[in-house]
Structure formats: C-alpha cells, structure tokens
C-alpha cells in the first residue's frame, strides 16, 4: 500500500534542509561546472532520447522486434539497470547502423 502524502508544511521543511546542506551555486566557477556537466551527460543523452523517441514512434513494430532478440533484450536490460545511457545506446556502432537503415528504407 502506497504511503499517505506528506503535508505541505513537513515538505517544505525537507526541501529546505536539503538546501541548507547543498546551498545553490554561489560563484561563476560553480556554475561553469554545472553547464560543463550538462554539457558532458543531460545534453547528449536529451538528443539521443529524441533520436530513440522518433524512431521508435515511426517504427515501434521493428523496435520490438529487436527488443525480442538476446543482444536487444541485454541492451534494454542494460539501459533499465541504468548500466547505459541513451547517448550510449544510439553511439554504439550496431545501433547507428539500425538507426540508419530504419530511417532510410522504411516507411515512416
């Protein structure tokens, strides 16, 4: 059974005792690092995830299809155990050359 909401009031207090210990950048250098991390992980995979998104929505029947394969089930495995990422997954030389294939020759 799932636990009961957490007051507003008992939210807020956590919320700001978790900024209390992680106060939010106070300098330009932290901020740099910031966009650097972004820059590094959330972009790449953000572009990834649209590439995945869109071709799996045009083609989802062939997506499955290779999910039902044992290397696309272990990658799927993989990518759920959060071992890869989406940038990961769409830069793998294999995936690449699906990606293409399905795109090119298939209609969407």
């Not at 992980?41 to 071709?55: F, V």
């Not at 039902?68 to 890869?84: D, I, L, N």
């Amino acid at each position: 059974m799932a636990a009961a909401a957490m007051p507003l009031e008992d939210l807020e207090r956590w919320l700001q005792a978790r900024i209390d210990r992680h106060p939010a950048a106070t300098s330009l250098p932290m901020l740099d690092g910031y966009v650097a991390a972004l820059n590094a992980r959330l972009i790449p995979d953000m572009g990834a995830g649209r590439t995945l998104l869109t071709a799996f929505t045009r083609h989802a029947g062939t997506f499955h299809k290779g999910l039902s394969t044992g290397k696309g089930w272990g990658t799927f495995v993989k990518f759920c155990r959060s071992e890869r990422s989406f940038a990961e997954l769409v830069n793998r030389p294999a995936a690449r050359l699906a990606l293409s294939v399905i795109s090119r020759l298939l209609p969407g």
